[in-house]
């Protein structure tokens, strides 16, 4: 049984916005920070953010700061990534990922789901 998934992926055009959810499983959200990465073709997997268990703290690449922001609502046990100005050098698959530590980096992450692919054409 999945334990992360991904949806909200799909195809638009630069400037525009996709919102990201991650469904979490109750045991997971409760315990875990929760985060993003990406991978484009040929590219090695990237941190996009991050938000502490609590939902206290938050961290952002500085390539997306000013533009996304990620979020996690305790009710629907969901992180959110919403994705604002996209460009067409955002176009990757996005992973959600929970972790026991707020990392930024991709060996922190315990748990994986299996992506949604996100396409911004010029």
């Known amino acids: 049984q999945a334990q992360l998934v991904e949806s909200g992926g799909g195809m638009v055009q630069a400037g525009g916005s996709l919102r990201l959810s991650c469904a979490a499983s109750?045991?997971?959200?409760?315990?875990?920070?929760m985060a993003w990465f990406r991978q484009a073709p040929g590219k090695e997997r990237e941190f996009v953010g991050a938000v502490s268990r609590s939902g206290d703290s938050a961290n952002l690449a500085d390539s997306v700061k000013g533009r996304f922001a990620i979020s996690r609502d305790r009710a629907s046990n969901t992180v959110y990534l919403q994705m604002n100005k996209l460009k067409p050098e955002d176009t990757a698959v996005y992973y959600c990922a929970a972790g026991s530590l707020f990392s930024s980096t991709p060996e922190a992450a315990d748990y994986w789901g299996r992506g949604t692919q996100v396409t911004v054409s010029s």
């Open positions: 109750g045991r997971i959200f409760s315990n875990y920070a």
